[in-house]
Nanobody, 128 residues
């Protein structure tokens, strides 16, 4: 399994931005599909974004609630995946988790069960 460590969370005002980072161990990071999920208090964990690869190139996936505001990217040389969050809203407040999968495609990239390795999470709080 790959080890994942998130960072970059914090407190931000509504409309602000944050960039989350997830550093991964492993020599074949570039082959992993990576995802971000979040869990708000009293709610189930939900999909936020994912990035995978295929022979046709890099694919990205977003939940409807963050599409157009969040961007997932990766730097394979640094074994790191990022989640750039802009125009943050109070409803974005949650613990954000990084996750890794050997592979994902299509609807599988939206599902928790696809991802076998998880980080400890980082808190994001958006004040109104």
């Amino acid at each position: 399994q790959v080890q994942l460590v998130e960072s970059g969370g914090g407190l931000v005002q509504a409309g602000g931005s944050l960039r989350l980072s997830c550093a991964a161990s492993g020599r074949i990071f570039s082959s992993y599909a990576m995802g971000w999920f979040r869990q708000a208090p009293g709610k189930e964990r939900e999909f936020v974004a994912a990035i995978s690869w295929s022979w046709s190139g890099t694919n990205t996936y977003y939940s409807d609630s963050v599409k157009g505001r969040f961007t997932i990217s990766r730097d394979n040389a640094k074994n790191t995946v990022y989640l750039q969050m802009k125009s943050l809203k109070p409803e974005d407040t949650a613990v954000y988790y990084c996750a890794a999968a050997n592979y994902c495609s299509g609807v599988g990239c939206y599902k928790e069960k696809t991802f076998g390795s998880w980080g400890q999470g980082t808190q994001v709080t958006v004040s109104s």
